[in-house]
């Protein structure tokens, strides 16, 4: 069965350092997602990507962070100065049409 | 907007015994609902959904959900609970219909702690 997978499965950064989390979404779905989930608390909406653009975003989303899918597989999410408060789990997420999204295993983001 | 809440944060239960675990939202349009399931350690997995049609939808292991409009309701029940259920589980809700971007708002989750 297709699968959303996600590297890296665990990734440690200094604050203020850039990181890029790389997701692969399941091949024929046109729809991406981010979420974050803070250690403890709800899973929370990112932004979503249709056709190579962004097509909605939270505020969360501010312009620390970027999305981008620089080729016909990967989905990327870059954080360009991390803050001690990204660190969590960041869950990638990916829809053929307007149904169910398949959730990627996640990152683990740490912020020391 | 749409919100979602879910009422037990955590719901200890004995092994066989039934569960209900709640939730509730809010929306001035039409919504999709689904509940996912996130085991210790792993990523969110879709348990069931309701897009339309009958009110009552099933899972393959036994869980079940109703939709109830007028009272906005989404509530989970399993009669018969097993040691491996015990997980978080988290309700979510889209808009349907055309102009949706598709995202999905969850609420804070309910932990279901089975108890042999």
């Known amino acids: 069965e297709p699968e959303v997978t996600q590297t890296p499965s665990h990734q440690v950064t200094q604050m203020g350092q850039e990181v890029i989390l790389r997701c692969v979404p399941i091949?024929?779905?046109?729809?991406f997602y981010w979420y974050r989930q803070i250690l403890g608390q709800k899973v929370e909406f990112l932004v979503s990507f249709y056709n190579n653009e962004i097509s909605e975003k939270s505020e969360i989303f501010d312009d620390q962070f970027s999305v981008e899918r620089p080729d016909g597989s990967n989905f990327t999410l870059k954080i360009r100065s991390t803050k001690l408060e990204d660190s969590a789990m960041y869950f990638c997420?990916?829809?053929?049409?307007?149904?169910?999204?398949?959730f990627g295993p996640g990152t683990r983001l740490t912020v020391l | 907007a749409q919100s979602v809440t879910q009422l037990d944060s955590q719901v200890p239960v004995f092994e066989e015994a039934p569960v209900e675990l709640r939730c509730n939202y809010s929306?001035?349009?039409?919504?999709?609902l689904f509940w996912y399931v996130q085991y210790p350690n792993q990523g969110l997995q879709l348990l069931l959904k309701y897009l339309s049609g009958s009110t009552l939808v099933e899972s393959i292991n036994g869980f079940e959900a109703e939709f109830n409009k007028s009272q906005t309701s989404f509530h989970l029940r399993k009669p018969s609970v097993h040691i491996s259920d015990t997980a978080e589980y988290f309700c979510?809700?889209?808009?349907?219909?055309?102009?949706?971007?598709?995202?999905?708002?969850f609420g804070q989750g309910t932990t279901l702690q089975v108890k042999p």
């Open positions: 979510a809700v889209t808009q349907s219909g055309s102009g949706n971007t598709g995202k999905l708002i």
């Open positions: 929306s001035s349009v039409s919504v999709y």
């Open positions: 091949s024929n779905h046109l729809y």
């Open positions: 997420a990916s829809i053929e049409g307007a149904d169910t999204q398949y």
